[in-house]
């Protein structure tokens, strides 16, 4: 199973971006990047996901390097809500399309 | 939608008693999974169910542990006999197979064991 690599935490100051790196060096071509994050007590939440191009929601926007070897979830203005666990995770299209892998993931602290 | 349903909450029980959580799934969706978390293994994925069928069992730590989904709107995580290394925080997760598979997490339940 391809693997992701995160620090372990960062720190933002509130209202300023954040930039959350993710490297998946053994991706495979047809492997899916998914973002998901924890608040603390909370059960996992979906933040985005993407293939090849970069993808942008409500919440998030995601930048994939051209050789899908590395990925990026940037939070545009950090607020004190968003201080959390992010977890990177690569999902194959094929069998065990579903199976998830959540490695320790980044965890974020916001400062006010 | 009330989203995904687990039940309890918090379960303290003593070493050596059955121990069953409850979820329920989205509506609609055909995927449920079962995962585990504790500080010193992280998130773990247990089991998983398509259209109420366990596709991979091959995280379950040992015959202690048992999953049923009898239909698409229930399924059940059973411990018997739960053991003190059993504490965890149990979350069930859904998702459709349509889209891109997002799962959506059970609020969890905490479990004690004595």
């Known amino acids: 199973d391809a693997k992701t690599t995160q620090p372990n935490s960062m720190e933002s100051n509130e209202e300023e971006p954040v930039h959350l790196p993710c490297n998946h060096s053994t991706i495979s071509g047809t492997d899916y990047i998914h973002w998901y994050r924890q608040l603390p007590s909370q059960g996992p939440e979906y933040v985005i996901h993407g293939l090849t191009s970069n993808v942008n929601n409500r919440m998030a926007s995601l930048a994939i390097a051209e050789d899908r070897k590395s990925s990026t979830l940037i939070l545009h203005r950090a607020t004190l809500r968003d201080a959390a666990v992010y977890y990177c995770?690569?999902?194959?299209?094929?069998?065990?399309?579903?199976?998830?892998?959540f490695g320790s993931g980044t965890k974020l602290n916001v400062k006010p | 939608d009330a989203g995904v349903i687990q039940s309890p909450r918090h379960e303290v029980t003593e070493m050596g008693q059955e121990v069953t959580l409850r979820c329920k799934p989205i509506?609609?969706?055909?995927?449920l999974f079962w995962y585990r978390q504790t500080m010193m293994r992280g998130l773990e994925l247990l089991i998983y169910?398509?259209?109420?069928?366990?596709?991979?069992d091959s995280g379950m730590p040992e015959d202690r542990f048992s999953a049923k989904m009898p239909n698409a709107s229930f399924s059940t995580l059973k411990i018997q006999p739960s053991e003190p290394r059993d504490s965890a925080v149990y979350f069930c997760a859904s998702s459709s197979g349509q889209g891109g598979g997002e799962q959506y997490f059970g609020p969890g339940t905490r479990l004690t064991v004595t």
């Open positions: 995770i690569l999902r194959a299209p094929i069998y065990n399309f579903n199976k998830f892998y």
């Open positions: 169910f398509n259209n109420n069928v366990p596709i991979d």
């Open positions: 509506s609609g969706h055909d995927y």
